[in-house]
């Protein structure tokens, strides 16, 4: 309950913070000498300081959110929607807004209280040390800075608690229970078809440790199928609107670019997200290759296998762990591959998904492990990289309020690679308010419908 008001607190304060920067005096008094909002002018985007804009139910239906409103109004039908690129979206999230008959304040808000419930959830079976400090480590990842995400009509919400009952699930080996969530987490985002091949990459990686191929077999038969089944359950559902064909959710993504490739310059749709999107590829990628070829070179040059014991939940911690990251880096990859070198979207797909909460947590238990001026050394290492690329990169070479995403990733960090950070409530509370300010920057953003952030 108490994880639960504070969440609620905190949609009453970046609320509160909202409501405050629309007023012009506090805005000029405030927030102008650094933060500049876009806005029209002659049919114009422009950026300045102007206080942020009226909130409206109609602000609300900008970008893929106008698109999920197409669906849930008028299904697959591509007149309705001005072209087939509708089918690159799933059903699940606009038959849920749908079902619920909610306005698109009212959608949102649910998607919120989605993502309040399952990260409780997460913080509930997931047995990691930093819980003792249950509290403020809960708000520290309730404020990251893709927070908004979640408080726009956007499946994530949805994606979210489905995909964490199936891990749960997973976690506790019930198989109907799982069954049942992973079929849904299928049919409420593609991404799905990265995590097909992430469990690939994870059964092959237990294989070379316990070198039993009936059970590797098994394991990815009973995880795979209920995403094969949501997947196809899409399928023909676009099919009967005319999508001829059973791919076609693959195929519109050539509208955004999708095509294997070796990445050219790096950009983005916004630089708002430009930092925060490298950061995750130059922190994420080198860190769990090496974690996994580590092991893996331990496990090809031992002479016993790893004995199976499924009654061992430290076991099944290690194979979401493991799991988590290779859908992590499969979908920062496959964005990374195909798009290239625009870094769109890297940081929603990534950060917005219990995948990544997992490995937050459980790799901040293992990296207490390491002593603290490896941790520190190495922390500081991949900023200071990460500075460097953006200070050179033609991209992003102005330093403004608009890359305090990319400090903000860096800040959430310092606390879950730090010893007793988390007692220090004042350094808490100011990442939870620069989080806060970020979070309403991005909010008016989408209110006005400037470049997209996600």
């Known amino acids: 309950m108490i994880l639960f008001l504070s969440a609620l607190g905190i949609l009453a304060a970046g609320s509160c913070i909202y409501l405050l920067l629309q007023n012009r005096a506090v805005y000029n008094n405030l927030a102008s000498p650094f933060l500049q909002n876009y806005y029209y002018e002659n049919g114009s985007l422009k950026q300045g300081k102007v206080p942020y804009v009226s909130y409206s139910d109609t602000g609300m239906l900008h970008w893929d959110a106008f698109l999920y409103l197409q669906i849930r109004d008028n299904g697959y039908n591509t007149e309705a929607a001005g072209g087939d690129y509708i089918f690159a979206f799933f ?13 698109p304040t009212g959608i949102a808000l649910l998607n919120y209280l989605l993502f309040i419930l399952s990260l409780i959830m997460l913080f509930r079976w997931l047995p990691v040390k930093i819980k003792g400090y249950a509290t403020p480590v809960f708000l520290l990842c309730l404020c990251s800075p893709m927070l908004v995400v979640f408080l726009i009509p956007y499946s994530e919400g949805v994606f979210m608690f489905t995909a964490t009952i199936a891990l749960w699930a997973m976690y506790r080996k019930k198989r109907l229970l799982y069954f049942i ?8 985002r593609s991404s799905v078809t990265i995590l097909l091949m992430a469990l690939c990459c ?13 059970h590797a077999i098994n394991s990815l038969f009973q995880h795979a199928m209920p995403l094969l089944i949501g997947m196809s359950a ?13 791919f076609k ?26 930092g925060i999107n490298l950061s995750v590829l130059i922190l994420l990628i080198p860190l769990s290759l090496a974690y996994l070829l580590r092991n893996t070179m331990r496990s090809l040059f031992s002479p016993v296998s790893v004995t199976i014991n499924p009654q061992i939940k430290e076991s099944h911690k290690e194979y979401l762990f493991v799991l988590s990251m290779a859908y992590l880096n499969g979908m920062a990859l496959a964005i990374l591959l195909f798009r290239g070198g625009s870094l769109n979207g890297i940081s929603r797909f990534v950060l917005c998904s219990p995948f990544f909460y997992i490995v937050l947590l ?41 890359d305090m995403g990319f400090l903000l990733l860096f800040f959430q ?18 990442y939870i308010l620069l989080s806060l300010l970020w979070s309403t920057y991005l909010f008016n953003m989408f209110l006005t419908n400037a470049w997209i952030f996600t």
């Open 91 to 103: 059903p699940l999230f606009p038959l849920v807004w749908k079902l619920s008959n909610l306005s």
């Open 413 to 430: 960090l310092c606390f879950f690679i730090s010893d007793g950070l988390f007692q220090k409530s004042w350094l808490v509370a100011l």
């Open 249 to 274: 959710f693959l195929e519109v993504q050539r509208y955004w670019g999708f095509q294997l490739g070796v990445p050219g310059r790096l950009r983005d749709w916004s630089h708002e997200q430009f």
């Open 202 to 214: 994870t059964e092959l990686y237990f294989f070379l440790q316990h070198r039993n191929l009936k």
């Open 181 to 188: 969530a992973g079929l849904l987490m299928s049919v409420s």
């Open 234 to 246: 899409v399928s023909l559902i676009q099919l009967t609107w005319g999508s001829g064909s059973l």
């Open 362 to 402: 459980t790799g901040s238990e293992k990296a207490f492990m390491v002593p603290v001026w490896i941790r520190r050394g190495m922390f500081l290492l991949f900023f200071a990289f990460a500075v460097y690329a953006l200070s050179v990169i033609d991209y992003s070479k102005v330093w403004n309020f608009s």
